[in-house]
T-cell receptor, first 111, second 119 residues
Framework: GDSVTQMEGPVTLSEEAFLTINCTYTATGYPSLFWYVQYPGEGLQLLLKATKADDKGSNKGFEATYRKETTSFHLEKGSVQVSDSAVYFCALIHTGNQFYFGTGTSLTVIP | GAVVSQHPSWVICKSGTSVKIECRSLDFQATTMFWYRQFPKQSLMLMATSNEGSKATYEQGVEKDKFLINHASLTLSTLTVTSAHPEDSSFYIC???????????????FGSGTRLTVV
Protein backbone atom coordinates (compact mmCIF):
# COMPACT_ATOMS: atom_id res chain seq x y z
CA GLY A 1 0.00 0.00 0.00
CA ASP A 2 0.89 3.67 -0.06
CA SER A 3 3.31 4.93 2.57
CA VAL A 4 5.70 7.73 3.41
CA THR A 5 9.06 7.37 5.12
CA GLN A 6 10.45 10.49 6.67
CA MET A 7 13.75 11.32 8.26
CA GLU A 8 13.59 10.94 12.01
CA GLY A 9 14.32 13.84 14.25
CA PRO A 10 14.69 15.81 16.23
CA VAL A 11 16.86 18.12 14.19
CA THR A 12 18.67 21.05 15.79
CA LEU A 13 20.35 23.68 13.64
CA SER A 14 21.93 27.04 14.14
CA GLU A 15 20.31 30.04 12.52
CA GLU A 16 21.27 30.45 8.83
CA ALA A 17 22.25 26.79 8.48
CA PHE A 18 21.14 24.68 5.54
CA LEU A 19 18.22 22.35 6.11
CA THR A 20 17.39 19.04 4.48
CA ILE A 21 14.64 16.74 5.67
CA ASN A 22 14.47 13.53 3.69
CA CYS A 23 11.21 12.01 2.53
CA THR A 24 10.63 8.97 0.34
CA TYR A 25 7.36 7.40 -0.63
CA THR A 26 5.84 4.18 -1.85
CA ALA A 27 2.84 4.38 -4.14
CA THR A 28 1.65 3.02 -7.42
CA GLY A 29 1.10 5.52 -10.18
CA TYR A 30 1.53 9.21 -9.59
CA PRO A 31 0.55 10.51 -6.17
CA SER A 32 0.55 14.17 -5.20
CA LEU A 33 3.15 15.06 -2.58
CA PHE A 34 3.01 17.57 0.24
CA TRP A 35 4.94 19.08 3.07
CA TYR A 36 2.90 20.25 6.04
CA VAL A 37 4.23 22.27 8.97
CA GLN A 38 2.89 22.42 12.49
CA TYR A 39 3.96 25.32 14.65
CA PRO A 40 3.56 24.95 18.42
CA GLY A 41 -0.10 25.04 19.44
CA GLU A 42 -1.38 25.29 15.86
CA GLY A 43 -2.86 22.95 13.27
CA LEU A 44 -1.03 21.47 10.34
CA GLN A 45 -0.56 24.04 7.58
CA LEU A 46 0.24 23.27 3.98
CA LEU A 47 3.80 24.41 3.29
CA LEU A 48 4.18 23.30 -0.32
CA LYS A 49 3.04 20.65 -2.74
CA ALA A 50 3.85 19.04 -6.07
CA THR A 51 1.39 17.15 -8.17
CA LYS A 52 3.54 15.57 -10.88
CA ALA A 53 7.04 14.32 -11.51
CA ASP A 54 9.79 16.97 -11.69
CA ASP A 55 7.49 19.63 -10.21
CA LYS A 56 9.14 21.83 -7.62
CA GLY A 57 7.03 23.13 -4.78
CA SER A 58 8.26 26.23 -2.99
CA ASN A 59 7.09 28.55 -0.24
CA LYS A 60 8.72 30.76 2.41
CA GLY A 61 12.18 29.81 1.18
CA PHE A 62 11.49 26.08 1.41
CA GLU A 63 11.69 23.89 -1.69
CA ALA A 64 11.02 20.27 -2.57
CA THR A 65 11.24 18.53 -5.94
CA TYR A 66 9.08 15.56 -6.90
CA ARG A 67 11.58 12.90 -8.00
CA LYS A 68 9.84 9.96 -9.56
CA GLU A 69 13.05 8.05 -10.26
CA THR A 70 14.07 8.07 -6.60
CA THR A 71 10.51 8.29 -5.19
CA SER A 72 11.62 11.22 -3.07
CA PHE A 73 10.39 14.65 -2.04
CA HIS A 74 13.13 16.05 0.18
CA LEU A 75 12.52 19.38 1.88
CA GLU A 76 15.29 21.99 1.73
CA LYS A 77 15.93 25.52 2.88
CA GLY A 78 19.11 27.40 2.35
CA SER A 79 19.11 29.47 5.52
CA VAL A 80 16.84 28.59 8.41
CA GLN A 81 15.51 31.05 10.96
CA VAL A 82 14.41 30.64 14.55
CA SER A 83 10.82 31.10 13.37
CA ASP A 84 11.13 27.92 11.28
CA SER A 85 11.17 25.83 14.46
CA ALA A 86 8.24 23.45 14.05
CA VAL A 87 7.30 19.88 13.19
CA TYR A 88 7.36 19.06 9.48
CA PHE A 89 5.26 16.28 7.93
CA CYS A 90 5.73 14.78 4.50
CA ALA A 91 2.53 13.38 3.00
CA LEU A 92 1.01 11.97 -0.13
CA ILE A 93 -2.47 11.65 -1.48
CA HIS A 94 -3.30 9.23 -4.22
CA THR A 95 -6.60 7.64 -5.02
CA GLY A 96 -9.47 8.86 -2.94
CA ASN A 97 -9.05 11.57 -0.35
CA GLN A 98 -6.87 9.86 2.20
CA PHE A 99 -3.56 11.36 3.18
CA TYR A 100 -0.61 9.18 4.09
CA PHE A 101 1.75 10.98 6.43
CA GLY A 102 5.30 10.47 7.54
CA THR A 103 6.13 10.40 11.23
CA GLY A 104 7.00 14.09 11.37
CA THR A 105 10.39 15.72 11.97
CA SER A 106 10.83 18.19 14.77
CA LEU A 107 13.12 21.09 13.87
CA THR A 108 14.62 23.46 16.41
CA VAL A 109 16.62 26.43 15.22
CA ILE A 110 18.83 28.09 17.78
CA PRO A 111 20.05 31.69 17.51
CA GLY B 1 -8.68 31.80 5.97
CA ALA B 2 -10.54 28.67 6.91
CA VAL B 3 -10.01 27.56 10.50
CA VAL B 4 -10.81 24.37 12.33
CA SER B 5 -10.88 24.85 16.08
CA GLN B 6 -10.07 21.69 18.03
CA HIS B 7 -10.57 21.30 21.78
CA PRO B 8 -9.17 20.37 24.15
CA SER B 9 -5.50 20.74 23.25
CA TRP B 10 -4.54 18.21 25.82
CA VAL B 11 -6.36 16.07 28.33
CA ILE B 12 -5.42 13.63 31.04
CA CYS B 13 -8.07 11.17 32.13
CA LYS B 14 -8.39 8.12 34.31
CA SER B 15 -8.64 4.70 32.81
CA GLY B 16 -12.25 3.70 32.20
CA THR B 17 -13.58 7.20 31.67
CA SER B 18 -14.70 8.77 28.38
CA VAL B 19 -13.21 11.79 26.67
CA LYS B 20 -14.82 13.97 24.02
CA ILE B 21 -12.80 15.88 21.44
CA GLU B 22 -14.49 18.60 19.40
CA CYS B 23 -13.63 20.05 16.03
CA ARG B 24 -15.48 23.12 14.83
CA SER B 25 -15.19 24.76 11.46
CA LEU B 26 -15.28 28.46 12.23
CA ASP B 27 -15.89 30.16 8.92
CA PHE B 28 -16.91 27.43 6.54
CA GLN B 29 -19.15 24.42 6.44
CA ALA B 30 -17.44 21.10 6.92
CA THR B 31 -19.61 18.42 5.39
CA THR B 32 -16.75 15.95 5.86
CA MET B 33 -14.25 15.59 8.70
CA PHE B 34 -11.27 13.27 8.79
CA TRP B 35 -9.97 12.02 12.13
CA TYR B 36 -6.34 11.00 12.47
CA ARG B 37 -4.32 9.47 15.28
CA GLN B 38 -0.58 9.45 15.86
CA PHE B 39 1.19 7.13 18.27
CA PRO B 40 4.72 8.06 19.40
CA LYS B 41 7.29 7.73 16.64
CA GLN B 42 4.62 6.63 14.17
CA SER B 43 2.80 8.31 11.31
CA LEU B 44 -0.48 10.13 11.46
CA MET B 45 -3.00 7.46 10.53
CA LEU B 46 -6.54 7.97 9.34
CA MET B 47 -9.02 6.56 11.84
CA ALA B 48 -12.35 7.49 10.37
CA THR B 49 -14.23 9.82 8.07
CA SER B 50 -17.39 11.51 9.24
CA ASN B 51 -20.05 13.05 7.06
CA GLU B 52 -22.70 15.41 8.32
CA GLY B 53 -25.93 13.62 8.99
CA SER B 54 -24.70 10.11 8.33
CA LYS B 55 -22.69 7.38 10.02
CA ALA B 56 -18.93 7.63 10.08
CA THR B 57 -16.74 5.33 8.03
CA TYR B 58 -14.00 3.65 10.06
CA GLU B 59 -10.67 2.39 8.81
CA GLN B 60 -9.78 -1.23 9.25
CA GLY B 61 -8.73 -2.03 12.78
CA VAL B 62 -10.45 0.97 14.40
CA GLU B 63 -13.17 0.01 16.88
CA LYS B 64 -16.27 2.01 16.08
CA ASP B 65 -17.83 1.26 19.46
CA LYS B 66 -14.79 2.66 21.22
CA PHE B 67 -14.28 5.72 19.08
CA LEU B 68 -17.70 7.30 18.68
CA ILE B 69 -17.88 9.95 16.01
CA ASN B 70 -20.78 12.34 15.69
CA HIS B 71 -21.17 14.89 12.92
CA ALA B 72 -24.54 16.38 13.74
CA SER B 73 -24.05 19.76 12.11
CA LEU B 74 -22.12 21.35 9.27
CA THR B 75 -19.74 23.01 11.71
CA LEU B 76 -19.17 20.44 14.43
CA SER B 77 -17.73 16.95 14.52
CA THR B 78 -16.89 15.15 17.76
CA LEU B 79 -14.80 12.12 18.61
CA THR B 80 -15.52 10.40 21.92
CA VAL B 81 -13.04 7.89 23.26
CA THR B 82 -15.15 5.62 25.42
CA SER B 83 -13.80 3.63 28.37
CA ALA B 84 -10.33 4.95 27.67
CA HIS B 85 -7.30 2.85 28.46
CA PRO B 86 -3.60 3.73 28.55
CA GLU B 87 -3.11 2.25 25.08
CA ASP B 88 -5.49 4.92 23.74
CA SER B 89 -3.02 7.60 24.75
CA SER B 90 -2.16 9.33 21.50
CA PHE B 91 -2.31 12.53 19.49
CA TYR B 92 -5.64 13.00 17.73
CA ILE B 93 -6.16 15.54 14.96
CA CYS B 94 -9.05 16.41 12.68
CA UNK B 95 -9.08 17.76 9.16
CA UNK B 96 -11.76 19.12 6.86
CA UNK B 97 -11.82 19.99 3.17
CA UNK B 98 -12.15 23.73 2.88
CA UNK B 99 -15.46 24.87 1.51
CA UNK B 100 -15.32 25.79 -2.12
CA UNK B 101 -12.03 24.02 -2.63
CA UNK B 102 -13.13 20.45 -2.84
CA UNK B 103 -10.87 17.47 -2.78
CA UNK B 104 -9.19 18.02 -6.11
CA UNK B 105 -7.42 21.21 -5.15
CA UNK B 106 -6.38 19.69 -1.84
CA UNK B 107 -7.69 22.52 0.28
CA UNK B 108 -7.63 20.88 3.68
CA UNK B 109 -7.64 22.60 7.04
CA PHE B 110 -6.36 20.84 10.12
CA GLY B 111 -7.19 21.33 13.77
CA SER B 112 -4.39 21.91 16.26
CA GLY B 113 -4.65 18.42 17.68
CA THR B 114 -5.43 16.88 21.06
CA ARG B 115 -2.87 15.10 23.19
CA LEU B 116 -4.71 12.43 25.18
CA THR B 117 -3.02 10.75 28.12
CA VAL B 118 -4.87 7.97 29.93
CA VAL B 119 -3.53 7.09 33.35
Amino acid sequence: GDSVTQMEGPVTLSEEAFLTINCTYTATGYPSLFWYVQYPGEGLQLLLKATKADDKGSNKGFEATYRKETTSFHLEKGSVQVSDSAVYFCALIHTGNQFYFGTGTSLTVIP
Amino acid sequence: GAVVSQHPSWVICKSGTSVKIECRSLDFQATTMFWYRQFPKQSLMLMATSNEGSKATYEQGVEKDKFLINHASLTLSTLTVTSAHPEDSSFYICSAPTAGQGFVSYGYTFGSGTRLTVV
